[in-house]
T-cell receptor, first 110, second 112 residues
Framework: QQPVQSPQAVILREGEDAVINCSSS?????VHWYRQKHGEAPVFLMI?????EQKGHEKISASFNEKKQQSSLYLTASQLSYSGTYFC???????????FGQGTTLQVKP | DAEITQSPRHKITETGRQVTLACHQT?????MFWYRQDLGHGLRLIHY???????NKGEVSDGYSVSRSNTEDLPLTLESAASSQTSVYFC???????????FGPGTRLTVL
């Protein structure tokens, strides 16, 4: 089952904050976050693992609520370079196989 | 530097033709994946492999096949291309389930 992301789209001014949510109907082992700019390949941002471990870029923060089967990506003091589409990918059983959400489009304006 | 490449980058073909998209990685990763990306659907998993001679079906595998004869390559074959298979195809690789997937640049396929 595909995870559901919200919101579908968000427009920000530089310096504003945003939260992108990812919700699954299945228990999760890990959640992966990627950002994709138009015409380019997705680029890794962060992995959140069951049990609390996180791996990723220092300037990106995220949370993983295992009980609620949800993850949130926090983008603070947004920059123009943050614009793009954000995808969460979920792994329900430490398989390495990801099921991606439909994406959240973020546009940061000057 | 290690990398993952896809070829061709753009392909136009006709309905009914067989098409093969290449994916080659020099990371020496065991795991390789094929996704298709369509507007409104995000990335959908077509097939994946955990190592040589291993292949598995993903969410949208009908009409596609893969083979893994070595660590570096996972070619994706459309047996008889259909217009519904017009899409952007991404290949990715990872060394294990706890690390990131590295994506190739993508192949834009148009089936007329």
């Amino acid at each position: 089952q595909q995870p559901v992301q919200s919101p579908q789209a968000v427009i920000l001014r530089e310096g504003e904050d945003a939260v992108i949510n990812c919700s699954s109907s299945k228990a999760l082992y890990s959640v992966h976050w990627y950002r994709q700019k138009h015409g380019e390949a997705p680029v890794f941002l962060m992995i959140l693992l069951k049990g609390g471990e996180q791996k990723g870029h220092e300037k990106i923060s995220a949370s993983f609520n295992e009980k609620k089967q949800q993850s949130s990506l926090y983008l603070t003091a947004s920059q123009l370079s943050y614009s793009g589409t954000y995808f969460c990918g979920t792994d329900s059983g430490n398989t390495g196989k990801l099921i991606f959400g439909q994406g959240t489009t973020l546009q940061v304006k000057p | 530097d290690a990398e993952i490449t896809q070829s061709p980058r753009h392909k136009i073909t006709e309905t009914g033709r067989q098409v093969t998209l290449a994916c080659h990685q020099t990371w020496n990763h065991n795991n390789m994946f094929w996704y298709r990306q369509d507007l409104g659907h995000g990335l959908r998993l077509i097939h994946y492999s955990y190592g040589v001679q291993d292949t598995n079906k993903g969410e949208v595998s009908d009409g596609y096949s893969v083979s893994r004869s070595n660590t570096e390559d996972l070619p994706l074959t459309l047996e008889s291309a259909a217009s519904s298979q017009t899409s952007v195809y991404f290949c990715a690789s990872s060394d294990n389930s706890l690390n990131e997937q590295f994506f190739g640049p993508g192949t834009r396929l148009t089936v007329l």
